[in-house]
């Protein structure tokens, strides 16, 4: 039962180094999304897909790229690291519609430093 | 734009305790809300799912009411024990295309054995 998968668990980086955060799910969810958790500010939407080839910005998406070509992945890009995006990312998935309940899983985050 | 306010932003209650935690939002046309749960360090876990045509779910000790014309919904906690210790958050999900998930900054429950 593996749902929602996030890769690594633990990375740092130095200011302007770029990496990609890995998503993936098997529950054939057609939506999935990125939060980022910082103390004090709760759970803040980065960007979301409801579909392969389809995605859209939250609240917070400056500074990442996001892209879904299949419906089981959703990378979450970080194109040239700033200490402001330290933070616990976290991954959810979800069905649409009348495909499910829209109950929505998360994964077990990736926390990310910026140096 | 949708708003989530979560109160209290903390309570502290001794064991056995029933409590309700509350959670009001400011656009009323969602399609579902959910309660999570989220230990220190951890990744969130889904209590319970009400969806919009619904009033209530219940869960063993856990009760989530939803009044989505008002705006408001609360997590009631039967008799509480000290496990129950976490973050509560709760997060209504826009009814349009959009389907947006937007969380309250959560209720810290600590419960004194």
């Known amino acids: 039962n593996a749902g929602v998968t996030q890769t690594p668990k633990f990375q740092v980086l130095k200011t302007g180094q770029s990496m990609t955060l890995q998503c993936a799910q098997d529950m054939n969810h057609e939506y999935m999304s990125w939060y980022r958790q910082d103390p004090g500010m709760g759970l803040r939407l980065i960007h979301y897909?409801?579909?392969?080839?389809?995605?859209d910005q939250g609240e917070v998406p400056n500074g990442y790229n996001v892209s879904r070509s299949t419906t089981e992945d959703f990378p979450l890009r970080l194109l040239s690291a700033a200490p402001s995006q330290t933070s616990v990312y976290f991954c959810a998935s979800s069905s649409l519609g009348l495909a499910g309940t829209g109950e929505l899983f998360f994964g077990e985050g990736s926390r990310l430093t910026v140096l | 734009k949708q708003e989530v306010t979560q109160i209290p932003a903390a309570l502290s209650v001794p064991e056995g305790e029933n409590l309700v935690l509350n959670c009001s939002f400011t656009d009323s046309a969602i399609y579902n809300l959910q309660w999570f749960r989220q230990d220190p360090g951890k990744g969130l876990t889904s209590l319970l799912l009400?969806?919009?045509?619904?009033r209530e779910q219940t869960s063993g000790r856990l009760n989530a009411s939803l009044d989505k014309s008002s705006g408001r919904s609360t997590l009631y906690i039967a008799a509480s024990q000290p496990g129950d210790s976490a973050t509560y958050l709760c997060?209504?999900?826009?009814?349009?295309?959009?389907?947006?998930?937007?969380f309250g900054t959560g209720t810290l429950l600590a419960v004194q054995p």
């Open positions: 009400i969806q919009s045509s619904q």
């Open positions: 897909s409801v579909g392969a080839g389809i995605t």
């Open positions: 997060a209504p999900r826009g009814g349009g295309a959009t389907n947006k998930l937007i």
